[in-house]
């Protein structure tokens, strides 16, 4: 069973740094991309960014919020995918998913929420 | 960015009725979209792929349609189960936008 478990998640101040923490299992981790993704309170889905796998040199792409601020990293030997978040503010407050990514993030995880305020 | 619109952003409708979800990208995307089916406090799960291919386990009351920039998804025959907000997707290019949703009340 594929199964991605966001940790990491709580309450920060802001200026601070976070690094969430996406472990997975049922799958071959190496073989696929990871999508971070987050959701502010009442609000719609975001793109956060992600990473490819090895075999397309391990690339990132992120949104343009976030652009500067997050690293998106992976470590195929434990099957886990890291998002670190640096200088937060305050409009970073959301759930944060990792997602599976194939031909489209198919299997994604429970989220885990970020607040980010003094 | 690919800017996605959806429309409308909300919706009531009765049990068997069928309603249709529009999304619009602001620029050609091929067949890049996907459609996924989020309730209260939980991740949102994939129902359709490449605008039209159904996810394995979804019901097939669930279809998409479209390419280029227009785009629908469509429930034929509504369940109580499917009250939910539903967000489509384009995978044509990063970072992979969401329109703003449209909630589904039954």
């Known amino acids: 069973e594929v199964q991605l478990v966001e940790s990491g998640g709580g309450l920060i101040k802001p200026g601070r740094s976070l690094r969430l923490s996406c472990t997975t299992s049922g799958f071959t981790f190496g073989d696929y991309a990871i999508s971070w993704f987050r959701q502010a309170p009442g609000k719609g889905l975001e793109s956060v960014g992600f990473i490819r796998s090895k075999a397309y040199g391990e690339t990132t792409e992120y949104a343009a919020p976030v652009k500067g601020r997050f690293t998106i990293s992976r470590e195929d030997s434990k099957s886990i995918s890291y998002l670190q978040m640096d200088s937060l503010k305050s409009e970073d407050t959301a759930v944060y998913y990792c997602?599976?990514?194939?031909?489209?993030?198919?299997?994604w995880g429970q989220g885990t929420l970020v607040t980010v305020s003094s | 960015d690919i800017q996605m619109t959806q429309s409308p952003s909300s919706l009531s409708a009765f049990v068997g009725d069928r309603v249709t979800i529009a999304c619009r990208a602001s620029?050609?995307?091929?067949?890049?979209v996907n459609w996924y089916q989020q309730k209260p406090g939980k991740a949102p799960s994939l129902l359709i792929y490449?605008?039209?291919t159904l996810q394995s386990g979804v019901p097939s009351r669930f279809s998409g349609s479209g390419s280029g920039a227009d785009f629908t998804l469509t429930i034929s025959g509504l369940q109580p189960e499917d009250s939910a907000t539903y967000y489509c997707?384009?995978?044509?290019?990063?970072?992979?936008?969401f329109g703003q949703g449209t909630k589904v009340e039954i």
């Open positions: 997602a599976r990514q194939g031909m489209v993030d198919d299997y």
């Open positions: 997707q384009q995978s044509f290019f990063p970072p992979h936008t």
């Open positions: 620029q050609s995307i091929s067949s890049y």
């Open positions: 490449a605008a039209s």
